[in-house]
């Protein structure tokens, strides 16, 4: 059985230089953290972190993971929410059988962002019996180092082969093989998840602004069933956490969730065929764009105003 000091020189080796990666402050706060977790808690920690991202596929969070984060981002961000209650309108349409599961699509900036959105929305998700559910679509980049797989469980991800026009790694994947990584997640959409996260544009934006979303997205959305999706806005990862960057940074972040949307009713105005999907996910853009500052609109500026 590993013990809390053993877990700790662990989470220490994770970062070859700590005070490189987040301002020295913040170090205690994860080892007061540890200190106060339950050795099996700090275990299903440690088995997690040893095979997650090794399959295709849904991995489950770490409760560890979630808890040092959530009291890591806290210390380190200024947030300021905004349209919390349309959130707990799509919650609330998965619970009245309105809805089979609730898609959030928002822009993307950091590799942050979802750590970010995990923290900021989870009192909600709770509050609404969705606590254990928020998962997120990531490709392998997510896992490619020990910073980045550490935060992948603060929740439940679903690795998946980006395309090629989006991905840097996986250039040397068959065909084959990048259909079986996309059939293993929207099946397990499909069984492990209720509350979805996406970043429909493929990647992070290098301009701050938003690009057009990509059609094969719907994909995932359809494998969500009758989903309800929910558009929403993230400001301020890219403070947190530059691109290119492994330093933590102090940031304000602004999150702005919108109006929800039930995929049936987009089936109904755009049709199912495959000339609908970049309708929809055109249809989705702007709604995202609705909730962002109108110089961060980027492709669906003109269209929102």
Known sequence: ???????????????????????????????QTAYETAVDELEDFLDKYRTVG???????????????LKNVLYVITDPVLGGLGNLEKGLDMIKAGKADRLVLLTN??????????????QPTLIAKGFGDDFSVVVGPKVYNQRFKAFSSLQFNSLLI????????????LSIREIARAAKKVMGDIHEQVKVLLIFPEGGRSRTGNLNRFLPGVIKLIEAAGNAVVVPASIIGGN???????????YARVD????????????????????QAKPDIMDHFGRAVAATMPPERRGHYAQENG
Do not use: C
Not at 161 to 172: D, F
Not at 239 to 249: E, G
């Open 1 to 31: 059985m590993a013990t809390i000091d053993i877990v700790i020189s662990e989470l220490r080796s994770l970062f070859p230089d700590w005070e490189s990666t987040v301002p020295s402050k913040i170090w205690p706060v994860i080892e």
């Open 54 to 68: 090794k399959e295709w596929g849904f991995h489950p969070y770490a409760p560890f993971a979630r808890r040092i």
């Open 108 to 121: 993307h900036l950091s590799y942050a962002d979802a750590n970010l959105l995990a923290t900021l929305l």
């Open 161 to 172: 082969a980006q395309s090629l026009t989006v991905a840097t790694q996986e250039a040397t």
């Open 239 to 249: 403070v947190l956490l530059p691109i290119n960057h492994s330093t933590l940074h």
């Open 255 to 274: 999150v702005t969730v919108g109006e929800p949307i039930l995929m049936s009713d987009m089936h109904a105005r755009y049709g199912t065929t495959d």
